[in-house]
């Protein structure tokens, strides 16, 4: 086991032990914002037939050469199609049929003049424009034809492709697997939301901030519950994980005394791949793997991610390195949060030697990002950290960010590009 | 009601009409991406005492004045705080306490002096540094005070808001009801996604992209089915739907003869404010409202949106018009997409009059963004919308945007600004 090595080697560690899950097939509702594992071949063309894309007269040409709004064209209307209903008669060269939005046009209609073009005489209609060939006519197989690959393996399915689907008459579909991850805490100091805490106890909420995290993503959190500071209580806890796709564990895994998580992992057949880290918050960070567990969905073992206890330290642990392996896991490749460049307001120091990653607010001023520190940077305090906009890197090696230096800042706030006007 | 109203016009009108719904108190997790509507104040402090931010050895300082590493100082280990237990006993002078993460100091303690930096003896401990004061003490409350604000209202609950709520042992918040949206299809042409399609039948494909978007937003899809061309049938399917929040129909708001649903709206006593908006795709919008309605949650009576039946004039409408008005319901502020000012790589051209929304795709060159139109701008061609990464604005007088032209583009991909490196 490697310790206190770099956040670049960490991720390489993560992300190599990382494998999109298998696919399953779920009914398209249930596929909203997971991949495809296999491509969608279309079984039909769309549209069916060749249809009319407004409500009004398919027609022939050849009568209305000369036709303008002052010297209109009357055709007799020899039929009506409505929509949904197959268009079997033809049209003669001095006829037209009216005709409405989506339904089939004759075999023999060569274009399709708006009623607003138009006006009815009886059982005729006066024309005054003379349309092009195939004017308002959507032709067969115009937007999908039967073989094409209409979404492609990898796709992440939004309300666009679940009406592509919708409309192929595909009502399931096959994703990747999402994720289940299970969630333990470990601590005598540690309560359940509505637990007594007198005598300095506190609610474990990062069990709380992780499963919603996990939410966010599509994955599925298991909240295993908090292990008390004796390995038994450790043990049994991380037994019952063992099916999931994914461990996250928060506290008990530094180098204390009541911390038993590692000599326990150990046990179970857990290959330790590092301890420590050399970033601030979350050096004690833990992560190893089970080669092969019995039920597994994925033929291996679970992931394992000991995270600090410190509710900062561990969202932003779960931020830099669970997260890339949950979307990886659901088949994702956009892994990264979104980055800015930023100009540092205020002057950062710190010492050589860990990255930090810094709780920053953003602001736009001047025609550039404005980051500006949360203030109080304790590993402690988790409203900074549902304060900021997002993490400044602050690298390893640097040891000051003098104020006007530029950084690189993870933006973490999901609607931080939103805008308040329609931007036009 | 008025016709061929602009786009901004129809903006300030379906916003002007849409109120943020009231506040129902849900459980924690079932908040996770809403909106507070009171705030949330504690009445806990955080931390609830002052507690070790290490594990290692509670101290007074004025023994330590001269520990070094060469010259360490040796501290009777007089007793141990496990985390969750009070600290009742006081440090004498000479003394030290055992202490972990989480756990509470003694009350004379005036630093923790971290377990690497210590070296035990018997029951005594050595200490080879000398301490700041207050160091890896952190103060109660020092995150959180009684009576503080944590939360404020309009707050949108992430996971870090879900961490800050589980501390204080809030299990439960009040936010913004979700908005129920009740959708409906008309035309004798559609059929449900199992439904047979010969003869030129058509799977009613938008009730499914506009479920989907609504579920993407937060919001609650209600499918009420697909209504006949007859008015007997759309009547009973808007009946159905008059307990939502917000109706949207497609199709039938046209101006053809098989288009019942605004006299049938009128006839139920909605309000229309307009009908025909100059923008293509889209321009058969209908918008109106209930004044009153039993029922109804928000005390109103619901927005109705008769949105055009072809899929991508649909999903633009829905896009510009109902996605920000669900968003105000649910007190979001941030209504609208992210805007990028992009470079247009070929030349578009239309007919001044009506304000185009084209389907590009996007992509970053030469340290700018370039868009390029998907293609075919039917708007029968669902997959280009698919394919799309978001909408140029071609502004509602211009006629043409010369390659090279700069425009502005509405980014529809959720994932866009997402990156596939971590960014350093």
Not at 172 to 186: C, K, Q, T
Not at 391 to 411: D, K, M, Y
Request: hydrophobic content about 40%.
């Amino acid at each position: 086991m490697r310790t206190g090595i770099s956040v670049q080697e960490a991720y390489d560690s993560v992300l190599g032990s990382a494998q999109p899950l298998r696919g399953e097939n779920v009914p398209i509702f249930d596929a909203l914002g997971r991949c495809l594992t296999a491509p969608v071949v279309s079984q039909r063309q769309l549209p069916p037939a060749d249809c009319s894309a407004m409500d009004g007269y398919a027609v022939r040409l050849g009568a209305l050469g000369s036709a303008t709004p002052s010297n209109p064209v009357e055709l007799r209307v020899a039929f009506e199609i409505p929509a949904g209903r197959a268009a079997h008669q033809a049209l003669e060269p001095l006829e037209s049929a009216r005709v409405f939005t989506g339904a089939p046009v004759p075999r023999t209609a060569e274009a399709v003049v708006r009623q607003e073009d138009t006006e009815v005489n009886g059982d005729h209609v006066r024309i005054n424009i003379c349309p092009a060939p195939g004017e308002h006519i959507r032709n067969a197989g115009e937007d999908v034809q039967i073989g094409d690959e209409v979404l492609g393996v990898g796709c992440r399915i939004g309300p666009s492709e679940i009406g592509v689907l919708a409309s192929l008459g595909r009502s399931g579909v096959e994703v990747h697997r999402r994720p289940r991850v299970a969630i333990l805490s470990g601590g005598d100091e540690l309560v359940e939301i509505d637990g007594d805490v007198s005598g300095g106890r506190i609610v474990a909420s990062n069990a709380y901030t992780l499963s919603a995290a996990c939410r966010m993503l599509g994955a599925e959190p298991l909240y295993l519950g908090i292990a008390s500071d004796r390995p038994e209580s450790v043990g049994q806890l991380f037994r019952s994980a063992l099916a999931a796709d994914c461990i996250v564990s928060t506290a008990g895994v530094s180098v204390g005394d009541h911390d038993h998580v590692r000599p326990v992992l150990e046990k179970l057949g857990c290959r330790l791949d590092f301890w420590g880290v050399r970033m601030k918050p979350g050096y004690p960070l833990a992560f190893g793997r089970f080669d092969s567990v019995p039920g597994s969905g994925n033929g291996a073992g679970p992931l394992v991610f000991g995270l600090p206890g410190n509710p900062v330290s561990a969202t932003v642990c779960f931020e830099q390195f669970v997260r890339p392996v949950l979307l990886r896991m659901m088949g994702r490749r956009d892994l990264w949060r979104p980055i800015l460049e930023v100009r540092v307001v205020d002057r950062l120091v710190k010492k050589p030697g860990r990255l930090h990653f810094v709780r920053v607010t953003l602001e736009r001023r001047d025609g550039e990002w404005q980051a500006r520190s949360t203030g109080n940077q304790s590993s402690g305090v988790m409203t900074s950290m549902a304060r900021a906009d997002g993490l400044l890197i602050f690298p390893e090696e640097a040891s000051e960010l003098i104020a006007g230096a530029t950084a690189q800042v993870q933006v973490l706030d999901e609607s931080f590009f939103t805008r308040d006007s329609a931007g036009f």
